[in-house]
């Protein structure tokens, strides 16, 4: 008997809805829709001495992030202090209803689990109704939070609770900062992203563990929210705690009920909504196709999380020091991870590049991918590096100047190269300038092909540094690296990986977040059974999957880079 369930995948960049047909053995994904999503920047008085994402403010600061710099080095002017981004929730709805219909019009739908993006929630006043679009956790107002937080309490205190590495994103520190807004003063409850759609779709408020756990407000090894940092909040901020009671994976969260939707399971009752793994990364390791319990994960999307799963928190000074999180996962598990910057870098700088008119780069609405991994590929290697941890990396816009002011020499370089210009006349036959893709954008294929290396080359020493740093820590020593999500079909990443690491790489399945949280959903109703690896074979049997071992001869090269990069962030 065929068994049918839906994810709701929402990322940071787009959103889908998938449809998966269960016959026992595999799972065969299928797109119902598609939707862009993004944060929409919007006007708004500036915050004198905040900061963003990845601005200045003593919270930073404890942290050993920087300042306030502009992208150039330069401090930040007040008005862009201020940005301030937000989630339009309604289109995300919208893209939802339709993906829904899609899967309804193709058959019956035995179950719904729905991811995100993590830390983000919507406000909600007494009668239940959203109070204006959710806040970005790349708005200005994130560091004024964050400050306000660690100027006051102990952040080894703090981590000893939640085991929650510093970013001045974490919903602790937006809470504070939701202070300052006069939405905040009508609000009675607060639910993360994949939380708001449930209840939108069941009425049912709850708030789910794998997600709750990056709020910051929730005990690490208690997997319960934690009275004392609550009491902290309300005594020392005034803020309250109005998120919902804890439902753990696996959980039915309600019925599907939607004015105008009438959605069905196989035998004709209505669609139970089941709690997944709602943080994206959750479902994401719950998807990967490992044959045992030592391994190694890279989650690479938007963001990239490394690190690896264990049966309790790591809650030491050294793991505090190294900026390490543990993020709950599912069945108990806890996912002993490094929150890296991802593909971001890359999207943002082909987002620039289209916009000038590049049509490889997505000018007509289509990348081309084919195109850009060879040139990449053949593009020199290690010759820059950047330190991928760096805040300046974190808001949108200006990404390829950023880039080429952040990046140093590498090993691969020579002598003549400068490292804040590319220089065109010694790698264009390399880079593919020869291919005929220069534009009238006056986009030149050779510095494009540069940019992607050294962000490709970035991102591989940045994962070797995050998976020592994982195993020093967890005194784990990984068999294999399971490289999931759209990063696993990029094959240099893959390769270099492994090259870097000097462990095998097995990349894909690509839609390792729709399986885990299908499986999820499978076992929940019944369809599936067995322990996370019986989930997990059945994830392995879906998926097509490419091994890569690694290169004793680049072994050296890596060194070389690891040393040329210095030891200018905590997972050095």
Known sequence: MMTTVVAIDLGASSGRVLRGVFDGERLAIEECSRFPNGPVALPGPARAGGAGAGGSGSGESRAGQ???????????????VGVAYEWDILALWRGILDGLREASLRGPVDAIGIDTWAVDYGLLDEGGRLIGNPASYRSARCGLGASEVLDRWDSSWLYARNGLQFQPFNTLFQRVADRAEARADCARTALLIPDLLAYWLTGQARSELTNASTTGLVNAAGRDWDPEILGRLRDDFGVEHIFPPLISPGEVIGEARVEGLD???????????????SHDTASAVAGVPARTGSFAYISSGTWSLVGTELS??????EARAANFTNELGVDGTVRFLANIMGMWVQQECLREWAALGDEASGASG????????????????????????????????????????LWIPGPGASSADDPFSVDGSSSSDEAGAGSGDQQASGV?????????????????????????????????????????GGGSKNRLLAQETADATGIPVIAGPVEATAL????????????????LMDLRAISRASSALLTYEPRASHALLWDEADARLGSGDALS
């Not at 330190?387 to 300046?392: A, Q, T, V």
């Open 312 to 317: 309790a928190p790591v809650l030491s000074d």
């Open 516 to 531: 885990g949280n299908m499986l999820i959903s499978l076992r929940a109703i019944g369809a599936a059974s067995g322990t």
């Open 66 to 80: 920087s300042g306030g710099a502009g992208a150039d080095g330069s401090e930040r002017s007040r008005d862009e």
């Open 366 to 405: 289509r990348v081309d991918w084919p195109l850009l991994d060879a040139q990449t590929e053949a593009a020199q290697p290690a010759r820059y590096l950047l330190d991928m941890s760096s805040p300046e990396l974190m808001a949108p816009g200006g990404m390829v100047e950023r880039v080429r002011s």
């Open 263 to 277: 959605l069905r399971t196989s035998t004709g009752e209505r669609t139970p909504v089941v709690a997944v793994g």
């Open 444 to 484: 030149d294929p050779t510095e494009r092909a540069t940019v992607l290396r050294a962000i490709t080359d970035s991102l591989a020493l940045a994962y070797r540094r995050a998976i020592r740093r994982t195993s020093e820590l967890s005194g784990t020593r990984p068999e294999a690296i399971h490289l999931v």
